[in-house]
């Protein structure tokens, strides 16, 4: 066999950008799978941690839209959302992505964010913020 | 009289979202607007005469939009006449106007010598997200097929790419803010995010005759994902020019935030 059969793959830079690229097209297949987003069971595979953590992010962006909003005072007089303020907005968010306390502290985030969505889409309210692209896209992917 | 507005900032940096929000505050943009894509789905905000011709100039220069290195560029009489032509309409047609284009970063000095009195809002992200949001959205157009493929793979063969873009760009804006510091208002993408009064901000400053919209759902959730990982570099010399770079464009938009403080206490 020639030497020029075999070939050592020393090329960190081409191994780590090929990885990169990979992960994309997986990403992107799957989506072009119309695999929903919500991925039920209690496993903790990749794919469910990527969706909590979505999950999370969206709950912090929703609170921080809320807080910033003239509504935002309002809403502090209720003790309800003063402590999700404080628990996703104001503490430190846990680190670790593996670990059981981040995986619980994200299902945590998934339930307050589905909570907190059935409450802003019942009425009065609901049907003034569904006129809003990004609300129905939060409903549409949480509830 | 009239006044100018320019909105620049690396590609995924937030701009968009930001040229809508002073769009709604009545800052005209231009006639034909790029059109909304799913990489950006609330629309670009860019006026196709403008990126048209910062395309043309680069082309000139042998060079696209991906530029990863400082670059003065060359522009001929032709080039110059167009310029000079779209300014003189919109100065006709508009007591207030601007434009938003990433690549503008690259251009601020010629528009600055065409414009003397505009005023730059510079927009920028943390180059870990910017390169992130890249490299999504150029993977995406890569798997779909679209045109240009060769331009998308080249974010997985020339490494460190979007990191060189990413200084390159603000480097370039921090230059022109150097120069023009009472010209010029740094703003964050999480900045915005987070509620920072924008348009009231541009007034206090430069009483540009906006009117205030809040911030409002002008982000798409999607296009502020931040990268799961560090971020990865090959060339290890970039650190240390990307995180100075960083650190300076952080100063700017302290100084924003002071200077607002100060503003309100006085006022």
Request: hydrophobic content about 80%; overall charge neutral.
């Given at each position: 066999m020639p030497d020029n059969e075999f070939y050592t793959p020393d090329d960190i830079d081409l191994l780590r950008m090929e990885n990169e690229l990979l992960t994309f097209e997986v990403r992107f297949l799957k989506a072009r799978l119309g695999q929903p987003a919500k991925i039920t069971g209690s496993s903790t595979s990749l794919n469910r941690l990527a969706y909590l953590e979505d999950a999370e992010r969206d709950l912090v962006l929703l609170l921080r839209r809320l807080s910033g909003s003239p509504v935002g005072p309002v809403l502090r007089r209720s003790q309800r959302f003063r402590t999700l303020e404080q628990k996703y907005i104001h503490s430190p968010r846990l680190q670790g992505s593996s670990s059981p306390e981040r995986l619980a502290y994200l299902e945590e985030a998934e339930r307050d964010l589905i909570l907190l969505l059935r409450r802003m889409s019942s009425k009065p309210f609901g049907g003034v913020l569904r006129r809003r692209k990004a609300f129905r896209t939060l409903e549409q992917r949480y509830l | 009289m009239t006044d100018q507005l320019i909105v620049a900032g690396f590609h995924r940096s937030g701009t968009s979202a930001t040229a809508q929000l002073l769009h709604r505050a009545g800052l005209f943009l231009g006639y034909e607007l790029l059109e909304a894509l799913p990489s950006n789905p609330y629309g670009h905000f860019e006026d196709k005469e403008v990126v048209d011709l910062h395309h043309q100039i680069l082309a000139d220069n042998d060079?696209?939009?991906?530029?990863d290195e400082p670059f003065i560029p060359v522009v001929d009489e032709r080039r110059w006449q167009q310029m000079r032509q779209l300014v003189e309409r919109r100065n006709t047609e508009h007591r207030l106007w601007g434009f938003k284009d990433p690549r503008a970063c690259l251009f601020l000095a010629l528009w600055k010598y065409l414009l003397p009195d505009a005023r730059v809002l510079l927009v920028y992200r943390h180059f870990s997200g910017s390169t992130y949001s890249l490299a999504r959205r150029h993977s995406a157009l890569l798997f779909a097929g679209t045109i240009s493929g060769f331009l998308h793979r080249r974010f997985w063969e020339e490494p460190d790419l979007a990191l060189r873009m990413w200084l390159t760009y603000n480097k370039a804006l921090l230059a022109f803010a150097r120069a023009y510091p009472d010209d010029t208002l740094a703003v964050s993408m999480n900045m915005i995010r987070d509620g920072f009064p924008l348009v009231w901000a541009i007034e206090r400053r430069w009483n540009l005759g906006l009117e205030d919209v809040p911030v409002g759902e002008v982000f798409n959730p999607a296009a502020t994902i931040e990268r799961p990982r560090r971020q990865p570099v090959s060339d290890q010399r970039l650190i240390g020019d990307v995180e100075r770079a960083w650190q300076d464009l952080e100063e700017l938009g302290a100084r924003t935030e002071r200077m607002l403080k100060e503003r309100t206490v006085a006022g």
């Open positions: - | 060079l696209t939009w991906l530029v």
